[in-house]
């Protein structure tokens, strides 16, 4: 299973489709020009089912292959959504709306999941059914968590679930993957210290909360050198400390901090969580202020279930034969991970060449990488469930 010669012959109609979705962008939920235009081409590619407004503007399509005996349901995800950024590549398709560009490749992906619907709807070649996943608010509205809590995947029944993210850096061509968690979980914190302010020449009839807050930013490094296994990456950052005094002489009655954790690992995850509220409530105690602490959990871990990543690794190796299945996990956050903890997958990296990083106005994505990534996504769908 090379690349497919069908997705050459394809490669101009689904670089139109990508290059229309490039010069009209669009952010988190507000997709609805490119979820028309996605349920569109699927119902005229002849799917079995075109269902929009899941997760709000998601939209899943359905493709029975020439037999099922299998009674195996796969899905299959792109993301839809642009980023507010003002695009700067000088090319000819850039974006026509000021403010905003796909400088994540979200375009790509689409066009990519597009491509390999059209495909198996001509073909069928598989004993089975696929469920085509267009979500949209991957860049931080939570689109997946919201296509999942909408039911998508019991609606459909889907068993295993795969995604894709092109990336600047590794050659057109070639994939990166690796079992287990391959991008992190995203969350942040907010803290509250009220003491008794008052005069700053009488800090004894004050409950001075600066010295309380600077003592739990002293204490939560402690979470990251004393507490976690140095095995396992772990960030804490405190990153904004606000007090609402602005005086030289005033000890400020709240202080208030900000900050992030980024882990790898759900178990180390769970276990910051709730370190952090025990570290401050009880330094803020300790010192006679009280503290409360608002931890919200972003997106969570992007975990490759084992056997799962074996078989993207195997339809990646036919595609293409440049495979690194040990790629290095990255520390950003990817909204797939909730699919992903639904229904076991696997997520993995295509090559995109020499290009800007994500999400920097030169970035472009690149249309010879097309052909790849169509050719992996129809491929999970015939090795997973070959026709009877
Ligand atoms: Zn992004
Ligand atoms: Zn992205």
């Given amino acids: 299973m090379p690349v497919k010669n069908r997705f050459a012959e394809l490669l101009p109609e689904i670089t139109a489709w990508r290059r229309d979705f490039h010069q009209h962008p669009e952010l988190l939920f507000d997709v609805q020009r490119t979820a028309g235009r996605v349920a ?18 998601g939209v ?54 597009l491509g390999a619907a059209k495909y198996m709807a001509e073909t069928r070649n598989f004993d089975g059914t696929v469920v085509l996943i267009f979500q949209p608010a991957e860049e931080g509205g939570g689109g997946g968590r919201e296509m999942v809590a909408d039911g998508m995947m019991d609606r459909f029944g889907v068993q295993e679930v795969y995604g894709m993210h092109n990336m600047p850096g590794l050659p057109v061509g070639s994939f990166g993957i690796r079992p287990g968690a391959i991008m992190a979980a995203a969350d942040q914190f907010d803290v509250v210290i009220t003491g008794k302010g008052g005069h700053a020449a009488k800090p004894h009839e004050c409950v001075d909360t600066t010295v309380v807050a600077a003592h739990v930013i002293v204490a939560l490094q402690t979470i990251a050198s004393r507490n976690v296994d140095p095995m396992k990456q772990v960030v804490v950052s405190v990153c904004t400390v606000q007090t609402d005094s602005t005086a ?7 202080v208030k901090l900000k900050g992030t954790v980024r882990t790898m690992d759900p178990e180390v995850q769970v276990f910051v969580e709730r370190r952090i509220s025990e570290i401050v409530e009880g330094t803020a ?83 010879n990488a097309i052909p790849f990534g169509a050719s992996w996504y129809a491929g999970m769908v015939e090795a997973r469930m070959p026709a009877a």
């Fill in 40 to 57: 569109e081409l699927l119902r005229g590619f002849g799917c079995d089912e075109v269902v929009e407004g899941i997760g709000r503007t």
């Fill in 60 to 113: 899943v399509g359905v493709i029975k292959g020439k037999t099922d005996t299998s009674g195996r349901v796969i899905g299959l995800r792109a993301d839809m959504d642009a980023l507010p950024i003002t695009e700067q590549t000088g090319v000819d398709y850039a974006s026509t709306i000021p403010g905003k560009m796909h400088a994540c490749g979200h375009d790509g992906h689409t066009a990519m999941l």
């Fill in 248 to 254: 030289h002489n005033v000890i400020p009655q709240v």
């Fill in 285 to 367: 105690h300790a010192l006679g202020a009280r503290a409360e602490v608002n931890y919200q959990r972003g997106y969570p871990v992007t975990v490759n279930a084992e056997a799962n990543t074996r078989h993207a690794v195997e339809v990646a190796r036919a595609v293409s034969g440049k495979v690194d299945d040990n790629t290095a996990p990255l520390m950003g956050a990817e909204d797939f991970s909730f699919m992903l903890n639904a229904r076991p997958g696997a997520y993995i990296f295509l090559g995109n060449g020499d290009t800007a990083m994500l999400h920097h106005p030169g970035y472009n994505f690149d249309d």
